[in-house]
């Protein structure tokens, strides 16, 4: 090709016309002009020698052939040489074309052969890949015929131990109806020993009262003694002094078995009904077509209003405090101690039962810290927006929408109720409470919660009465598009037990809450899956439970070690973080007895965690979820979905914005 260009340059030179130059070199009588490239022309414009036809332009010797009369044989000459050079050119031309059509053939040859080869490597690798996959196949069907061998043999396995498990239980149901007939008849035995002595008793007593002439003055009935797990003050101030923690603990009351004694059913005033139905039937904190979901209920805001507290908002400079605060309806005084409350390793107690008009065999725990219009909720009784009350366990009541999902509700101060501190509760007339706890430590935690149990606000005071928030939901939720949230990553953070770089890895998940650019209410941390998914976790080795119990034995809290570990080295970094403990269950049974049954266990776990690992009750909070985020996906006893779950919540929370 480039051949061809250069041919066709030498070409269009030679036919171009020759044109004088500006400044000609004149001739003899001015008859002659030497053009721009050397040619030599007459004054006519005829060419009498051309230079770009290859003549040599001797302009001395042109003007001796011109003056002797050779000026035509000159100017055939230049022709001829100027034809010459166009059929040169020309030849070249096309010799040069042919050389080009020769090299597009070639390239056309080369590449047809490379795509052939190409074709030919494709349909080879098509072929081998598809003799692979028939290996596989072959592989796969193998291997699930061995898998089924095995699976056969482990059933005929099974079925054995079942058979032998079977036996065995009857030869055990034998030995503890024998047992159980040998009890009876000892019990028999005892009763009868014990009327036997207690009638010879009597007659002694009888022949001593009559040997005995002087009359006995008549006993005056002693008055009873008043119950020292409460004190009612009709006047409260702002914070408790630790002064007024000075009741007789429950212990030094002798009453017997008051357990056993009826009790008057709590009057629940029409106030905190109210307010309580206020809360259980609220929206949700997402947002939808109705409005903002973030718009507190009446009976939050009248918490709000209860306390005083400055919800997020500073207050401007110069501007006084409240002068006063509501009085409370009520105020009660407790010490707590090992006997009037629950250790991980108990079971819960029963609920209480009806024993009369207006009496009950005694106060739920719900009652017994001042959630009445909540302990007073009756199973079946449904509410205004067709929500209904499907459990009352006396320490959790569990609530049904029309939409089949539950929600189960309890007093959220429950695990900071520990042997030795000294509780302060003052109740307010829409049911909302402040409970102050002062521990021998000499922390003090003062929690708001509303009618229904759940925190709206929790802090604590050391000695020097420096405060840390650790929860404040007395403010307006931002309204939640879950489609905007982000997705959780494949490569969040999740906390080991085996990191040594627990207080490292919390602080990353700080940073990547901070990168979201909002932060959450605790409701809403508890109540969507998409906003806890958001949180980094806590690696937690399976605890076992026994069916159907929320006890942790010792055995079982020694695999919480690791775990109690982590949680003290990130709370060294940062005294204020949180902790959501999760429980969650397997699908057998309802799906309300799950809910309760996983809530407890989450409460079990925290415990223990305080109990064994000196973790502060009050940075944990406990939220069962029942059998309603499954693991595996089956109806099945699966042990997998029977699990606790450690989220370090604290990074999503508003709070996270005040430190």
Known sequence: MKR??????VLSLALTPITPWPLMAQGFGDELTVAEDGSILMQDGSVLCSVPAGQVCNMDQITIQFLAGDAEQLKAAAAAALDAAR??????????????????????????????????????????????????????????????????????????????????????????????????????????????????EAARVAEEAAAVETVAPEASAEPAAPEATAETAPEAEPAPAPAEAAPVAPETVAVPEPAAAPVDVPVVTEAENESLFQLLTAPDSTADANGDAGEPVSAIAAAIAAFGVQTGATPAEGAEAPVAQPVPDNVTVTTVTEDSTRSSAEEFTAAPTAVGENKKSGLSNLEKVGLLALGALVVGKVLSDGREVVENTGDRVVVRDPQGNFQVYKDDDTL???????????????????????????????????????????????????????????????????????????????????????????????????????????????????????????????????????????????????????????????????????????????ASYNLTLSDRRAESVALALTEYYGIPPENMVVQGYGESELRVDTQADERRNRRAVVRVITPLMRTAALR
């Open 87 to 200: 059929t040169e050119a020309e030849a070249a031309v096309a010799a040069d074309v042919a050389d080009v059509a020769n090299d597009e053939a070639a390239a056309a040859a080369a590449l047809a052969a490379e795509e052939a080869a190409a074709a030919e490597a494709a349909r080879a690798a098509e072929d081998a890949a598809a003799a692979e996959q028939a290996a596989i196949a072959e592989a796969a069907a193998a291997e699930a015929a061995r898998a089924a061998d095995q699976a056969a043999a482990a059933e005929a396995e099974a079925a054995q131990a079942a058979e032998a498990a079977a036996a065995a239980e009857a030869v055990a149901a034998e030995q503890a109806s024998a047992e159980q007939a040998a009890a009876e008849q000892a019990a028999e035995a005892e009763r009868v020993a014990a009327e036997e002595a207690a009638a010879a």
């Open 416 to 590: 900071l109720r520990r042997p030795g501190a000294t509780v302060r509760t003052e109740t307010f007339n829409d049911g909302s409470t402040r409970s102050t706890v002062d521990r021998e430590d000499g922390v003090q935690v003062v929690t708001i919660r509303d009618a229904s149990g759940r925190v709206l606000r929790r802090a604590t005071y050391d000695d020097r009465g420096n405060e840390v928030v650790l929860i404040d939901d007395l403010v307006r939720e931002e309204q939640i598009d879950i489609s905007t949230l982000p997705r959780p990553r494949p490569d969040r953070v999740t906390i080991s037990t085996n990191d040594s770089d627990a207080a490292m890895k919390a602080a990353l998940a700080r940073e990547e809450a901070r990168a979201l650019g909002r932060t959450f209410s605790l409701r809403q941390i508890r109540e969507i899956p998409q906003v806890r998914d958001l949180a980094a976790t806590i690696d937690v080795d399976n605890i076992t439970f026994d069916s159907g119990s929320a006890v942790i034995r010792p055995t079982e809290a020694r695999k919480l070690a690791s775990i109690g570990r982590i949680i003290d080295d990130i709370l060294l970094d940062n005294p204020g973080e949180v902790f959501l403990i999760e429980g969650h269950t397997d699908a057998v049974g309802s």
């Open 4 to 9: 061809l260009l250069s041919t066709t340059t």
